[in-house]
């Protein structure tokens, strides 16, 4: 049997390399992983928290365009990933912790 720890760390360098690739089906499905790991939530779940995190990386990436030229722009799109994340978070606390 496979420690959990061992299963974590890959979903996470595949997390990493997906990112550097731009791979977002794959970060998709590692961040998935991930979750369902780390916080013992359905598939359905984690895949929902995944699909938030992705709409945050995505703001992250449009926000980095903007940092140091325009900081209304990019003040904008880091509200709209926290706003993605804050989902996230939510979705998987209410499981783990609600049974929701």
């Known amino acids: 049997m496979v420690?959990?720890?061992?299963e974590l760390a890959?979903?996470?360098?595949?997390?990493?390399?997906?990112?550097?690739r731009r791979d977002f089906d794959r970060l998709l499905e590692s961040t998935k992983k991930s979750f369902?790991?780390?916080?013992?939530?359905?598939?359905?779940v984690a895949l929902e928290a995944a699909k938030?995190?992705?709409?945050?990386v995505k703001e992250?990436?449009?926000?980095?365009?903007?940092?140091g030229k325009n900081k209304e722009e990019a003040e904008l799109h880091w509200k709209s990933a926290e706003e993605h994340?804050?989902?996230?978070?939510?979705l998987l606390c209410n499981q783990k912790f609600n049974g929701n």
């Open 60 to 67: 992250y990436v449009e926000a980095k365009k903007y940092d």
């Open 85 to 90: 994340i804050l989902k996230q978070f939510k």
């Open 36 to 44: 369902i790991l780390t916080f013992d939530v359905s598939e359905k």
């Open 3 to 6: 420690e959990i720890y061992k």
């Open 52 to 56: 938030k995190r992705m709409d945050a």
């Open 10 to 20: 890959n979903a996470e360098i595949e997390w990493w390399k997906a990112h550097h």
